[in-house]
């Protein structure tokens, strides 16, 4: 399969906190210039504008601008404006370039606590004020639509992992007793959708590092994915994944982009991937060790393979089981 569009998450497959992910700009900008391929950064983070998205993107040395960025605040905002009248005020719960967002779908964006809201939409801060949670529990009493730009539990840093905005839209939900309106952003369709429509991709391939936004999002629009390990996922994740979560393909990092990918195959309960063979739970042979992964994960997937089996081979073959 040739796909004309990448549809490519940011955290985790381009870069983690300020860095490239080592290899990725240039096998990126390969497969723009050399093959044609539209290269479009679909983003649950709420927090910077696409002209500020774009801007990092280029100091990592990217060809982009920010037409090829789309934020999940840009699909909240949209979202907005199907629901409200021109020059409804907004509760902002996030950044500035989240309060622009709601401002060029024309609506008046605030977070003053003197005002009344016909709305709230809350994206992620690392930053916020306290006191802004605290009215804004107050504005959603009132029982006005709440558009959560994301519902991201973790975010990658170079640290480890974080809490992402999902955590506190749940901390809010259960202090007010109710949840989001609607979610904007992956695995929700809002922001899958805004992006297909504006790039005009006719086989577009979704490239992240999540199963529960990334790859979920994909599978709930019907399009292709690649899931890549350079983020916050790991093997035995995939291996344990139910059928809405499981991407087309598995590469260790979106360089993959450039290069066919190798599938398996089976034959009665016999699952093959180029130089690995499973068979009676066991897997026998040698070579790139995710070509091993991909057959394990397809014979547990088909019902060849126990999973004491699966994760015992994956515990000998030394792939991330304790």
């Known amino acids: 399969m040739v796909y004309d569009t990448a549809l490519l998450d940011l955290d985790g497959v381009v870069y ?35 002209q500020r998205v774009a801007e ?12 090829d960025v789309v934020t999940s605040a840009q699909a909240g905002a949209a979202e907005l404006a199907k629901i409200l009248a021109p020059g409804s005020r907004v509760f902002v719960i996030g950044s500035e370039d989240l309060s622009r967002e709601v401002e060029l779908v024309g609506m008046v964006a605030s977070h ?83 992006s297909i429509a504006r790039t005009g991709a006719k086989r577009p391939l979704v490239i992240g590092d ?28 995939i291996l344990l994944a139910p059928v809405e979560l499981r991407p087309t393909y598995i590469a260790f990092d979106a360089t993959a982009v450039l290069e066919p990918q190798i599938g398996v195959k089976y034959v009665g309960r016999i699952a093959s991937c180029e130089g690995w063979q499973v068979m009676a739970g066991d897997i026998f042979g040698s070579g790139d060790e995710l070509l091993g992964f991909k057959a394990i994960a397809v014979a547990y997937w088909s019902g060849f ?4 089996a699966a994760m015992e081979n994956l515990r000998e073959m030394d792939l991330g089981v304790q």
Request: proline share 7%; charged share 20%; glycine share 8%.
């Open 112 to 194: 003053d606590d003197s005002l009344t809201y016909d709305a709230v939409i809350h994206g992620y801060w690392p930053d916020m004020p306290w006191r802004i949670l605290d009215y804004a529990g107050e504005v959603l009493r009132t029982g006005v639509p709440w558009i959560a730009t994301n519902m991201d539990m973790t975010i990658p840093t170079p640290d480890g992992i974080a809490p992402g905005n999902g955590t506190m839209v749940t901390a809010l939900g259960h202090s007010v007793n109710r949840v989001p309106t609607l979610v904007a952003g992956k695995p929700e369709t809002p922001l899958m959708q805004q």
């Open 56 to 67: 990092h993107l280029i100091e990592l040395g990217l060809k982009v601008t920010a037409d």
């Open 305 to 308: 393979m126990s999973i004491d």
């Open 210 to 237: 999540r199963l529960d936004t990334d790859i979920h999002g994909a599978n709930n629009v019907g399009v292709d994915s690649l899931l890549v390990l350079s983020g916050v996922t790991t093997l035995p994740e």
């Open 16 to 50: 983690i906190d300020q860095d490239a992910v080592p290899g990725v700009i240039p096998a990126l900008n390969l497969a723009r210039d050399e093959f044609g391929m539209r290269l479009t950064y679909v983003t649950n983070n709420a927090s910077r504008s696409s």
